[in-house]
C-alpha cells in the first residue's frame, strides 16, 4: 500500500525567504505526483504536476522536483510571502493512471511578515 | 482547469439523522468521483470511488452502508452520511478525474454532528 510523507509538518519562516518541502513515497511505481496548496477550511488548489518521466516543474516562484526511483518529491518556493501561509499537500497517483491519489499529510507553512 | 462545486458548504446536525452532500461538474462529464474525508490537521483519506451508473467501490474500513454514494448522472454524485454520530464529523471533499493527469476538488463540506 502507496504511504506518502510529507517532512516538516510544520514550518515558521520570515518573509522573504527560500524554502524546501519534503515528500516521500514508498512505490516508487507512481503515474504522477500533484503538490496542492490548501487553505484553512477550504478546498484544493493545484500547485504543480508532475508526470513520472518528467524530473521537475515550474511556476512562478514555485518549483517541484522528482526523484521517481528514491521516492522523493521537493517543492522549492522562492522569496516567500505572507499570502503563501496555508498547508501544502502531496500527493501520488499509482500505477496506470485509473486510480485516485494518495495523500500526504502536509505541511503547515507560516510565512511571517 | 474544471469546475467542481459542493453543497451545503457547511451543515451541521443532531446524532442519528442523515445528511447529503452533493458533488456537481459544472463543466464536463464525470465518469469517475471520489470522495474524501480529512479530519483536522490530518490528510484527506480516500473513502470511495463511484463510476457513473455502476456501484461504488469502498476502501477498507468505511462501511459502505453509512456512507451511501449515488452516482446516478455524469454531472452529479452525493453522498449521505446515515445516523450520523459525533465521530463522522469531518471534512468531505469530493473530486473527479479527467483523464489520467487532472483531478479537480470541490471546495468541501464541514460536517459537524451535535
Known amino acids: 500500500k502507496q504511504e506518502v510523507t510529507q517532512i516538516p509538518a510544520a514550518l515558521s519562516v520570515p518573509e522573504g525567504e527560500n524554502l524546501v518541502l519534503n515528500c516521500s513515497f514508498t512505490?516508487?511505481?507512481?503515474?504522477?505526483l500533484q503538490w496542492f496548496r490548501q487553505d484553512p477550511g477550504k478546498g484544493l488548489t493545484s500547485l504543480l504536476l508532475?508526470?513520472?518521466?518528467?524530473r521537475e516543474q515550474t511556476s512562478g516562484r514555485l518549483n517541484a522536483s522528482l526523484d521517481k526511483s528514491s521516492g522523493r518529491s521537493t517543492l522549492y518556493i522562492a522569496a516567500s510571502q505572507p499570502g503563501d501561509s496555508a498547508t501544502y499537500l502531496c500527493?501520488?497517483?499509482?500505477?496506470?493512471?485509473?486510480?485516485?491519489?494518495?495523500f500526504g499529510s502536509g505541511t503547515r507553512l507560516q510565512v511571517q511578515p | 482547469g474544471a469546475v467542481v462545486s459542493q453543497h451545503p458548504s457547511r451543515v451541521i446536525c443532531k446524532s442519528g439523522t442523515s445528511v447529503k452532500i452533493e458533488c456537481r461538474s459544472l463543466?464536463?462529464?464525470?465518469?469517475?468521483m471520489f470522495w474524501y474525508r480529512q479530519f483536522p490537521k490530518q490528510s484527506l483519506m480516500l473513502m470511495a470511488t463511484?463510476?457513473?451508473?455502476?456501484?461504488?467501490?469502498?476502501e477498507q474500513g468505511v462501511e459502505k452502508d453509512k456512507f451511501l454514494i449515488n452516482h446516478a448522472s455524469l454531472t452529479l454524485s452525493t453522498l449521505t452520511v446515515t445516523s450520523a454520530h459525533p465521530e463522522d464529523s469531518s471534512f468531505y471533499i469530493c473530486?473527479?478525474?479527467?483523464?489520467?493527469?487532472?483531478?479537480?476538488f470541490g471546495p468541501g463540506t464541514r460536517l459537524t454532528v451535535l
Open positions: 463543466d464536463f462529464q464525470a465518469t469517475t
Open positions: 500527493a501520488v497517483r499509482p500505477g496506470t493512471g485509473r486510480r485516485a491519489l494518495t
Open positions: 508532475i508526470q513520472s518521466s518528467q
Open positions: 473530486s473527479e478525474k479527467l483523464g489520467p493527469d487532472e483531478q479537480f
Open positions: 463511484s463510476n457513473e451508473g455502476s456501484k461504488a467501490t469502498y
Open positions: 512505490d516508487s511505481a507512481i503515474y504522477n
